[in-house]
């Protein structure tokens, strides 16, 4: 039986490499965006905003997916607006494809804030998350968007019938343009710059990212999960954390990354120094940058998200994650985390995203 994929936010860094996972494992698939590409000849677009009904029952009224990956969300002001919003665009798009009765199986990507909960409470509680993160943990007493995106799925699974698995990525590592959390890009583009100009290229985060061990998710390892969970028995109903399966420590990596680059590095001096504030003062530098080196995005903001990259390297204590879960179920898929960045950098040259 050839199934049909709807990939829902198949222009960011996760959605991009699950199209070309499902593509390759032969379904028909489409990708929801608000603004389409074409940069996937095989991925069949649709233009759609999951806020507005009308738009998606227009959009989709030829479409009866079988496989359903929702890989987006939107970032507001505060986290009762994220809840607001990111469980909006769940039960919305659940409830146009309803009529359908056509899916069998909805796949959800969220992440470790799910165990971690939002920054202040813990870094002014003085209380951290216990790591490495488990499935199995409860979850937090504090509100979290993650949390109203899975009771949509659930509560129309459980009217609809069909399956489910939610995805929780570490620190997703892969190629895309204008993604709201894309830590390999702005590094990649952080050190472009130091390159250029001759800075060091400092370390941006806290002591305990610095000399922690910790671990990231290559976009390569979520697709392959997300396919995996959606068509293996054993996989359904359940969630999943998913990480590369190896571990590193910051300061060992740092110097790496930088070395790729050609320019020097220097690790962690005593006290944060936030990317954000390091790069605040550089959008006219990367658009020199950009028409020097005939650079595609000239807009800094558009490749780099140094408030992401802070949260997450700012962090107060090493973050891990446990794997056992997914590979109890069969899951055994590994991805080595330095080759994860250095392929990135290396799409992003033959991109012409960076010099």
């Known amino acids: 039986m050839i199934h049909t994929a709807l990939v829902v936010g198949a222009t960011g860094i996760t959605g991009n490499n699950l199209v070309q996972e499902l593509i390759a494992q032969g379904m028909i698939t489409y990708g929801l965006s608000r603004n389409p590409d074409d940069s996937i000849p095989e991925m069949i677009p649709v233009k759609a905003d999951l806020l507005d009904k009308e738009s998606l029952e227009k959009a989709l009224h ?29 039960r919305h798009l659940l409830e146009v494809l309803s009529p359908k009765k056509s899916v069998q199986h909805v796949a959800l990507v969220t992440g470790l804030k799910h165990y971690l909960g939002p920054f202040d409470a813990y870094a002014n509680s003085g209380t951290l998350p216990e790591t490495p993160v488990r499935e199995e943990h409860p979850r937090l007493p504090y509100p979290n968007f993650y949390y109203a995106q899975e009771d949509e799925v659930y509560a129309a699974a459980e009217k609809e019938g069909f399956t489910w698995s939610v995805h929780r990525p570490h620190t997703v590592i892969g190629y895309a343009v204008g993604n709201q959390m894309n830590m390999g890009t702005t590094l990649a583009v952080y050190a472009s710059i130091c390159k250029e100009t001759g800075r060091k290229m400092i370390w941006p985060g806290s002591e305990a990212q610095w000399n922690g061990l910790s671990d990231v998710a290559d976009a390569r390892m979520v697709a392959r999960q997300l396919f995996w969970a959606s068509t293996t028995e054993a996989a359904k109903n359940q969630a999943f954390n998913i990480v590369n399966g190896d571990i590193f420590r910051w300061k060992w990596l740092w110097y790496r990354l930088a070395d790729w680059f050609g320019v020097e590095a220097e690790g962690f001096n005593g006290e944060i ?27 800094l903001d558009r490749l780099a998200s140094a408030w992401h990259t802070d949260l997450d390297l700012g962090r107060p204590l090493e973050v891990m994650t446990d794997m056992t879960n997914s590979r109890r179920a069969g899951f055994t898929a590994y991805q080595n985390t330095e080759d994860s960045f250095y392929q990135l950098f290396e799409k992003l040259l033959f991109e012409k995203l960076i010099p």
């Open 62 to 90: 030829d479409i009866a997916p079988t496989h359903v990956y929702f890989t987006t969300w939107m970032r507001k002001d505060s986290e009762e607006e994220n809840i607001r919003v990111n469980g909006a665009m769940v």
């Open 273 to 299: 120094r936030p990317l954000e504030q390091i790069l605040k003062n550089d959008a006219d530098l990367w658009k020199q940058i950009a028409a020097k080196y005939s650079l595609k995005e000239a807009v």
